[in-house]
């Protein structure tokens, strides 16, 4: 699942590339990706690309016509970026394509999803806040606001283990599955220990932590083109994903557990 990182390289290239260029063309490959109908996904057409912004785990495209086409990739979604967008029939229901979106000099990039679990949520709104998922998240950990007293205010009292206090977008946006396993991994801290019961140290371990790696995670991203980033997030975990492989810090098997399907 692309995280917080991933998507803030996403938004940077595209604000790069895309900001200034008018969309000439949206195509919906899966209605079901498609949560809303006022505005129309029309409305986005003609429109000039003002700018690109992230909120937690959703990538917000401002047109200068007031319309934003906002998104937020799931489980299994991605931005496949082109120069020269193919001329291609998109079929739906034969395609992994949700959305294509076409811009004035010819480049543009579709929206996919794998699997058959399909949870790729694509909006059209006058206001990004106006998009539930956006109008409930928590603070952005990176934030300069968020500080470590911020981060214990969020944790007291919390009877819930902490590794679900970090995934949960409601109290910290842009953490998943993958960033909260290197945060405690680097913070020395078990996922069962409970959000109430955190020392005032472990809080600072877990501030520190959660600030350097997901600092470090951004700064990796910056600069790569969609097509880079998965292998760049990839390459750079200690230990999630890497059950069997040994420790970097202590040389011991990284183990797994399992709830659910994290």
Same mark, same amino acid.
């Given at each position: 699942?692309?995280?917080?990182?991933? =998507?803030?390289?996403?938004?940077?290239?595209?604000?790069?590339?895309?900001?200034?260029?008018?969309?000439?063309?949206?195509?919906?490959?899966?209605?079901?990706?498609?949560?809303?109908?006022?505005?129309?996904?029309?409305?986005?057409?003609?429109?000039?690309? !003002?700018?690109?912004?992230?909120?937690?785990?959703?990538?917000?495209?401002?047109?200068?016509? @007031?319309?934003?086409? &906002?998104?937020?990739?799931?489980?299994?979604?991605?931005?496949?970026?082109?120069?020269?967008?193919?001329?291609? =029939?998109?079929?739906?229901?034969?395609?992994?394509?949700?959305?294509?979106?076409?811009?004035?000099?010819?480049?543009?990039?579709?929206?996919?999803?794998?699997?058959?679990?399909?949870?790729?949520?694509?909006? &059209?709104?006058?206001?990004?806040?106006?998009?539930?998922?956006?109008?409930?998240?928590? #603070?952005? #950990?990176?934030?300069?606001?968020?500080?470590?007293?911020?981060?214990?205010?969020?944790?007291?009292?919390?009877?819930?283990?902490?590794?679900? =206090?970090?995934?949960?977008?409601?109290?910290?946006?842009?953490? @998943?599955?993958?960033? !909260?396993?290197?945060?405690?991994?680097?913070?020395?801290?078990? #996922?069962?220990?409970?959000?109430?019961?955190?020392?005032?140290?472990?809080?600072?371990?877990?501030?520190?932590?959660?600030?350097?790696?997901?600092?470090?995670?951004?700064?990796?991203?910056?600069?790569?083109?969609?097509?880079?980033?998965?292998?760049?997030?990839?390459?750079?975990?200690?230990?999630?994903?890497?059950?069997?492989?040994?420790? #970097?810090?202590?040389?011991?098997?990284?183990?797994?557990?399992?709830?659910?399907?994290?």
């Amino acid at each position: 699942m692309p995280e917080m990182p991933e =998507v803030q390289g996403l938004v940077d290239f595209l604000a790069e590339r895309a900001t200034g260029r008018t969309i000439t063309k949206v195509t919906v490959a899966h209605i079901a990706a498609l949560k809303t109908y006022d505005p129309p996904i029309d409305a986005l057409v003609g429109g000039r690309l !003002s700018h690109a912004r992230r909120s937690g785990k959703f990538v917000d495209l401002a047109t200068d016509a @007031g319309i934003h086409l &906002v998104f937020h990739l799931a489980k299994a979604g991605w931005l496949r970026w082109y120069e020269t967008v193919p001329d291609t =029939v998109i079929r739906p229901g034969k395609t992994p394509i949700a959305l294509r979106v076409r811009l004035d000099d010819g480049a543009g990039f579709d929206l996919t999803e794998a699997g058959t679990k399909k949870s790729l949520a694509v909006y &059209v709104a006058r206001d990004p806040q106006d998009v539930p998922g956006i109008a409930r998240l928590g #603070p952005d #950990p990176l934030a300069e606001e968020f500080t470590r007293d911020a981060l214990a205010g969020l944790l007291a009292g919390r009877r819930t283990q902490i590794k679900g =206090v970090l995934r949960d977008q409601s109290i910290v946006a842009g953490i @998943g599955n993958a960033y !909260s396993d290197e945060i405690l991994h680097a913070a020395r801290m078990s #996922p069962y220990a409970l959000a109430a019961g955190v020392a005032d140290d472990e809080v600072d371990r877990l501030y520190d932590a959660m600030r350097t790696t997901l600092t470090d995670a951004v700064a990796t991203a910056s600069g790569k083109p969609p097509a880079d980033l998965k292998d760049a997030k990839r390459r750079g975990m200690a230990v999630h994903g890497r059950r069997g492989e040994a420790c #970097p810090v202590c040389g011991d098997e990284v183990r797994s557990v399992f709830f659910a399907d994290k």
